[in-house]
């Protein structure tokens, strides 16, 4: 192997406090400080003190590594809230799905790709199924099916296996009728199948970035979910929009009035010192749009 031409070295906690005091940051309370690089990497928390940069090598006045770490903690405690309905949107989805596909294709229709529409790469998705079967092969039904079904596994156990990003995928690949029947059966005809697409790929994309630690605070987010024809509001790649298609599909697929709005408004009123609703796209009547 050819050796590295990288020579930076790593930078101590009173290296990356001094760093810090340089680019204008108000350390008041420098133990407090140093116990929380300890805890969590400065590159991560960098992340949060690109926020309140003025240029690239000073930070605005008034920037305290206190007011980051608050920053930090609102937005630890934000992925946590939305994780909770995204995980409900998505099992609920895998259910749909499967038991749709299922019923119309049999159990095992989905290793034929006449089931999928002509736009599906029937051999890359076969060669994806075989990695989830070998990456979970630990996992007892992985092992059951493996041992008394011959590695036979009926969707909706296969799909137990899937990422959100793969359910979306499966969704995407689906014959435009049966994604057209899934959303007028499950969805009472309030999005068409074209706005379940999106919405699946954009959830999807806002699930990641909440469990691999993304920073959801006055960050952009892709792929734009697309917008809902009544939405009240200019949908975009703000984290409202994404919260708006949560409470739309929550309602719809769940079933009942989330309690998403006054679990947000508790957040932002213990954090309010902290945190700028306007950055994440949330516009003044907020409450009443999620209401």
């Not at 930078?11 to 680019?23: C, G, M, N, P, V």
């Not at 008041?28 to 991560?44: C, M, P, S, T, V």
């Not at 994309?205 to 979910?225: D, G, M, Q, S, T």
Request: aromatic share 14%; charged share 25%; hydrophobic share 40%.
């Amino acid at each position: 192997m050819k050796s590295s031409r990288f020579t930076k070295e790593p930078a101590t906690i009173k290296e990356q406090l001094s760093k810090l005091k340089q680019r204008g940051c108000i350390i008041e309370d420098r133990a407090f400080a140093e116990g929380i690089l300890e805890k969590i990497n400065y590159f991560r928390l960098a992340n949060y003190f690109a926020v309140f940069l003025e240029n690239s090598k000073r930070y605005r006045e008034g920037t305290s590594f206190n007011k980051v770490v608050r920053l930090y903690d609102f937005d630890r405690r934000l992925r946590g809230q939305l994780l909770i309905f995204l995980e409900e949107i998505e099992i609920s989805m895998r259910a749909v799905i499967s038991n749709f596909h299922a019923h119309k294709y049999t159990a095992l229709g989905y290793l034929n790709d006449s089931t999928f529409s002509h736009h599906h790469n029937h051999n890359h998705f076969m060669s994806r199924l075989d990695r989830l079967k070998e990456k979970n092969i630990d996992i007892k039904f992985v092992t059951h099916y493996n041992r008394k079904h011959m590695g036979a596994f009926p969707l909706w156990v296969m799909m137990e296996l899937f990422s959100f990003g793969m359910l979306a995928h499966f969704f995407k690949s689906l014959h435009k009728q049966d994604k057209k029947e899934i959303a007028e059966k499950h969805f009472s005809g309030s999005f068409s199948a074209s706005h379940l697409e999106s919405w699946l790929d954009s959830m999807a994309a806002l699930r990641n970035h909440c469990a691999h630690y993304v920073r959801l605070y006055a960050n952009k987010i892709e792929p734009v979910p697309k917008s809902a024809e009544d939405a009240p509001f200019k949908m975009g790649e703000d984290l409202f929009s994404f919260i708006y298609v949560i409470r739309l599909m929550y309602i719809k697929r769940i079933g009942g009035e989330s309690n998403l709005a006054l679990q947000l408004s508790a957040l932002f009123e213990e954090f309010e010192e902290a945190v700028d609703l306007r950055v994440m796209g949330f516009p003044e009547n907020w409450k009443e749009i999620l209401h």
